[in-house]
């Protein structure tokens, strides 16, 4: 399919933009202990005995980036999302089975406390009645999925962690090939100010108004797809404030980015409905209340389980041909 001029960015120009990204970028504070969890996690999973193969491991990206605008950061460009999404298809992803990597903004939504930020001493406790406060049984099950190896949270905040961790995350679940997933619910910031062009203290005010040039993030959408784990299935977000513009970008972003599903989904409506977009399909899936189901998130990572499984069977018939 030709796309519409002006929409391919030619592989050695995004590049050299991706490479310029991560040359610029303050070096991940923590990355050792990151990156042995990593390993650790997708090993542990990957080997699972007695189950006739591994389990299916799905990173899902949740909460909005910030862009820093000091060094020493005061002031900070921000992106809109409670991370609610995110929380909620992390609890049917593990009831379907798979391991989560769930990489989300500090601070946000968590999987089975949901209404709640990510506060460990709020967490902790769940009104019963008037006189009552009790440990809730959410926090049992969150804390079982991570001792039971089934959930790694990774916090971010800056579009600088974010793209380190996410690169982090591909390079090591690359190894387990089409069991891979990718889920990519965070808002991610379109636009930054490169580190070695930032103010290093705070910005100061009485001058008059302030001149910044922030510099586009480039797409990593692609990358990921095409290189950084090539086998892996790949579902990306695309919200718009417009519905009349939402199907056309969403297979825009499909074709453009080579993704497998894109979920197209409205600001005002988002909890409510979503439309998972494929190259030949658009489903619309719907919160069911009369199931007593209170959110979308039911139905669609039960269809993306659905095709995900379709995937890595056609995956394994064509690798057990060659
Ligand atoms: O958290 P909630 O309050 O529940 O809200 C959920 C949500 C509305 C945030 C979520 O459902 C959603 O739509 N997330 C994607 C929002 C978004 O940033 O869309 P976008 O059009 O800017 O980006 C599209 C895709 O490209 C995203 O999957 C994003 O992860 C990716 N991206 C974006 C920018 C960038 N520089 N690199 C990227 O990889």
């Avoid at 050792?32 to 090993?43: N, R």
């Avoid at 992390?90 to 990597?101: D, E, H, M, N, R």
């Avoid at 989904?265 to 988002?270: A, G, V």
């Amino acid at each position: 399919m030709v796309l519409p001029s002006g929409l391919e960015i030619p592989k050695e120009v995004l590049d050299a933009e991706i490479k310029s990204f991560f040359d610029s970028a303050p070096p991940l504070k923590n990355s050792d202990d990151v990156s042995q969890k990593l390993e650790e996690f997708v090993k542990k999973n990957s080997l699972l005995s007695g189950t006739g193969g591994a389990r299916r491991v799905v990173c899902v990206t949740s909460g909005g980036t910030t862009v820093p605008l000091e060094q020493r950061c005061v002031r900070y460009i921000d992106n809109f999302s409670s991370g609610h999404r995110g929380a909620a298809s992390t609890k049917y992803f593990l009831k379907a089975g798979y391991a989560v990597i769930y990489l989300h903004r500090r601070g946000t939504c968590q999987p089975y406390c949901r209404s709640l930020p990510d506060d460990p001493l709020l967490e902790c406790l769940e009104i019963v009645d008037e006189s009552n406060i009790q440990v809730r049984s959410a926090i049992t099950k969150t804390h079982v999925a991570v001792a039971e190896d089934l959930l790694l949270k990774l916090p971010f905040t800056t579009i600088f962690e974010y793209l380190q961790m996410l690169q982090m995350v591909a390079f090591t679940i690359k190894s387990i090939g089409p069991h891979a997933m990718f889920y990519l619910t965070a808002a991610v910031s379109d636009f930054y100010v490169p580190w070695k062009s930032m103010a290093e203290h705070k910005i100061q005010s009485g001058s008059g108004p302030l001149d910044m040039r922030l510099v586009q993030v480039p797409k990593m959408l692609l990358v990921l797809r095409k290189d950084w784990a090539p086998m892996a299935f790949c579902i990306s977000f695309k919200l718009e404030t417009d519905s009349k513009i939402l199907l056309e970008k969403a297979d825009m972003a499909l074709r453009k980015y080579k993704m497998h599903m894109v979920v197209a989904n409205e600001l005002l409506s988002r909890k409510e409905e979503v439309v998972v977009v494929t190259s030949n399909e658009k489903i619309s899936v719907r919160q069911n209340k009369s199931l007593g189901v209170d959110d979308v998130e039911s139905a669609l990572i039960e269809l993306l389980v659905e095709r995900h499984t379709v995937y890595v069977e056609n995956s394994d018939n064509l690798t057990g041909q060659q």
